[in-house]
Every structure is written in C-alpha cells, then in structure tokens.
C-alpha cells in the first residue's frame, strides 16, 4: 500500500496537559475503506492507525458515512477524528470481535470485555468529533443469555492521556465506556444513550492502582446511561478531578 496520507499537514492544536500538538490526517478512504454501511472495514482502519503510529502520531479521519468495523486498537499519539455526518457501526456479527482484548466473565457467568474500540497501556489517545459511534447493541443481535460475549463501545486499559470529546455513543451492547487504570482522563461535551444498557464506567482503582485525574464535565447522558453512572459517582455537567 501506498502512504495514503493527505498531501498538507493540517495544523490541529489540542490544548491538553498544557501542550500543543501538531498532527497529520490520515483519511481511512485513502486506505480502502468505503461507507456503504455493509462493507466490514477493519482492515483499513486499522491500517491508517498502524500507519499514523509509526510515523510517531496522527489523526485517523473519517468522513461522512457508514463505516462498519469490528475490533479497531488505538496506538499511542494517535486520535480519531468523527466528521459531522459520520457514523462508526460495530459489526453485530460476534464472531467477528477480538475476545482475546480483556475478556473476563461475570458472577452471572456473562462473558465481557470485548471492545469496538480497544487501547492496552497506550499515551496521548483521543475520540474527537462530531461524529457518531453505534454499538448496534439491540436484543435481536445480542440476546441477555449466559455464555454469550457483549462488546464495549470503548475500552482502555492502564492508558494515560486520554480525551473523548463531543462525540455521540449509542446502543452499546455492554457498558458503553469502561476505563482500567487509566491516568488523565477527560470526557468532555459528548452524548451518550443506548438500549438497552447505557453505562459510563471509570474505575479510579483497580488492583490498588489509583486513578490520577478525571474531568468529567458538560456531558448529555439519557436516563439509562446516568443509571449505570459508577465508581466514581459522577453526573452530568459535572467536573470531578481525583488526585
């Protein structure tokens, strides 16, 4: 494959910890993938990711559209970017997400842990945008029953620098998002519903490791996103900075 990147290096500051960072687009088109909404396209946007990390860090562009994935890792200084208009549709094929990511099993015997969007021990990630991101979690696909794996939204594990910011999350088949020992989080103006399990999770200690800092701040959680709201309790609209 070619380097499919934008032939400009579009200047994007993002004020965060103090720093301002430039960062190159990478437009997962250039990469193959297609916004029909039928067409799985894990493969490009994996690549445009791959790419963007190797080359130090980069925004991962997507524009308006329908594009489904399954299983898609975040690497290290590497941010997707959710244009207006775009839409990322989780496959509601199972077999087709990564159980190897975190996976555990609950008392009830369910099975967790699978993602949509996965990061393990990676610095400086972001979901930006105006974008939505859809789990396509209904009961049709993905039935209440023991034994049966339900995917995440997103799912970090022991990230630093993380930033989801204005993007829309809905119908996640599981919790919506969940973070394990992730240190400066900021989630900041995004919209959150989903049926029929909402759920914003940030564990802020996990086998003793404290979570350094949170900002929750200017959020839209729907009734059942802001009963699932856990450790810590936080509410919409609200600051909470842990230290």
Not at 65 to 82: A, Q, S
Request: some cysteine; aromatic content about 12%.
């Amino acid at each position: 494959m070619t380097k499919n990147r934008f032939n400009y290096v579009l200047m994007v500051f993002i004020l965060y910890s103090n720093v301002l960072v430039a960062k190159e687009y990478y437009n997962i088109t250039d990469y193959g993938a297609v916004n029909d909404g039928k067409t799985i396209n894990t493969f490009s946007i994996q690549s445009a990711i791959d790419k963007a990390a190797e080359n130090g860090g980069g925004i991962i562009f997507f524009p308006a559209g329908n594009f489904l994935t399954r299983t898609i890792v975040l690497k290290d200084n590497v941010t997707l970017y959710l244009s207006n208009g775009c839409k990322l549709l989780a496959t509601t094929d199972l077999n087709r997400f990564d159980s190897s990511f975190g996976s555990f099993v609950d008392s009830g015997g369910r099975k967790f842990g699978t993602a949509l969007v996965f990061a393990k021990e990676a610095n400086n990630i972001s979901i930006i945008g105006d974008g939505i991101i859809d789990g396509q979690g209904y009961e049709i696909y993905y039935p209440h029953k023991k034994g049966f794996y339900r995917p995440y939204i997103i799912r970090f594990i022991r990230c630093n620098f993380v930033n989801i910011k204005d993007i829309t999350l809905r119908n996640s088949a599981a919790w919506v998002q969940h973070y394990v020992e992730c240190d400066d989080l900021l989630i900041d103006g995004i919209v959150s519903g989903s049926i029929p399990v909402g759920s914003l999770e940030v564990l802020a200690k996990i086998d003793g490791s404290d979570t350094k800092k949170i900002i929750f701040r200017g959020n839209y959680l729907d009734e059942n996103s802001k009963k699932y709201i856990t450790s810590p309790d936080v509410s919409a609209n609200q600051v909470y900075e842990s230290r």
